[in-house]
């Protein structure tokens, strides 16, 4: 029994008590092999691989969250990545942003173009960009929105528009934003895919990936690939991505109410040239319910920002992002290393932060002791 509330579903959908115990939280199912009755007789698990309670679970529940008939869990959310992209045929071609994660254009360019998938990179923001970039064998348009790092915000009804009259597929990295604040379902997407150690996972303790669909069709090639492939997550981390997403939308409430107050004190500061934050879109107010806890900005040059990423105390400096506890980083050394010298290549004056969920004033102390240093 789910409500139709958000945070109903979010705690209640796929987490019935235990119908032996009566256990309000689900155990967690290590059986790697389940008893058949007889050959093929088997009560819904066979293969801890193919299928597995807890993983079940936290599928229905996030697929839940994310308006979707199907979802799919990974080992991690390049694994889930991958899994898309292998949904395409040598000789076919895929449009990536110019401004995503490092790791989505690793992936494509150093390990799918080997295997014959061709790809451009442009910019998203412009309709009229993804229409150029159009080449007859083109497949699938990938998209993040907001991008990883520079926050940019790309009208996922509109390139679904484009698209779909041209029969290719729309996937949206929903990452940074969390199906609570944007479903790109809903807007036209064919997938939203998730790297869960983020904010689904909430606390920096667990690796995964996920994606949501609602076509059958869809979802049965990404089953088969999920089971052939075998990058699936352990019922101990699927566990922890369901308790995880209990507090999702309390989480982002206040991730995105810290991340407002810091932009505020950035945009005063001296020693910040520039403050990328979604609320400046009208596509983002348009699509999305808020604008969610990632902030980047400009240094005044690189070794400003090399120094400031170090001067801050509650801010950890430390890859990943989407955790109760806020992080800085030095995008072009750090997370989207693997970019250098592509058409996806970072300022070097970049820094962003994950704004966690701490108090405010303490967050917005220790940045501006920072940046104070920094500003001489
Ligand atoms: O790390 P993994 O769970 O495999 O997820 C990859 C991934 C996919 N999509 C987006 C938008 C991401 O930001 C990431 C991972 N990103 C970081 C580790 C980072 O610090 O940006």
């Known amino acids: 029994m789910s409500g139709d509330g958000f945070e109903t579903r979010a705690i209640h959908a796929g987490h019935e008590p235990d119908p032996s115990t009566g256990a309000i939280v689900p155990p967690i199912s290590l059986a790697t092999t389940f008893a058949q009755d007889a050959v093929g007789k088997h009560r819904g698990y066979e293969y ?4 597995n309670p807890t993983r079940t679970a936290m599928e229905t529940c996030v697929a839940s969250l994310e308006g979707a008939r199907h979802g799919l869990a990974f080992a991690s959310g390049l694994a889930a990545e991958d899994a898309i992209l292998r949904t395409l045929d040598p000789g076919d071609h895929l449009i990536i ?46 998209i993040e929105s907001p991008t990883n790092p520079m926050l940019s915000i790309v009208d996922i009804a509109a390139a679904a528009h484009i698209a779909h009259e041209r029969q290719a597929r729309v996937i949206v990295d929903n990452t940074f934003a969390t199906p609570y604040l944007q479903q790109p379902l809903a807007l036209g997407a064919d997938a939203s895919v ?11 303790d667990v690796v995964g990936g996920f994606i949501a669909v609602n076509a059958a069709e869809l979802a049965d090639e990404l089953r088969f690939l999920q089971n052939a492939m075998g990058a699936v997550p352990s019922p101990f981390d699927c566990y922890l991505v369901s308790r995880g ?20 004190m950035l945009r005063e500061h001296d020693a910040v040239a520039k403050v ?14 808020d604008f969610g806890g990632m902030v980047s900005f400009l240094a005044n040059d690189e070794d400003a920002a090399l120094e400031l990423v170090t001067r801050t105390r509650l801010f950890t400096l430390a890859e990943s992002l989407g955790a ?4 800085i980083e030095h995008p072009a050394r750090m997370t989207h290393a693997s970019v250098a010298g592509s058409p996806l290549e970072v300022d070097p004056r970049l820094v962003r932060l994950s704004v966690g969920i701490e108090s405010q004033a303490d967050l917005l102390a220790d940045l501006k002791q920072a940046l104070d240093a920094v500003a001489g």
């Open 194 to 204: 998730h790297s869960s150690t983020k904010y689904l996972g909430g606390h920096s």
């Open 324 to 327: 109760v506890e806020s992080l």
């Open 245 to 264: 997403v209990k507090t999702l939308a309390v989480r982002m409430r206040e991730h995105c109410t810290n991340a407002q107050a810091i932009v505020r």
């Open 276 to 289: 990328m934050y979604p609320d400046e879109s009208e596509v983002a107010r348009r699509q999305m319910r």
């Open 48 to 51: 801890s691989r193919s299928g």
């Open 97 to 142: 942003p110019n401004d995503a994660y490092g790791g989505t254009y690793r992936l494509v360019a150093r390990v799918h173009e080997r295997h014959g998938i061709a790809w451009s990179a442009c910019d998203l923001r412009d309709p009229r960009a993804l229409e150029a970039a159009w080449l007859p064998e083109t497949r699938m348009v990938w």
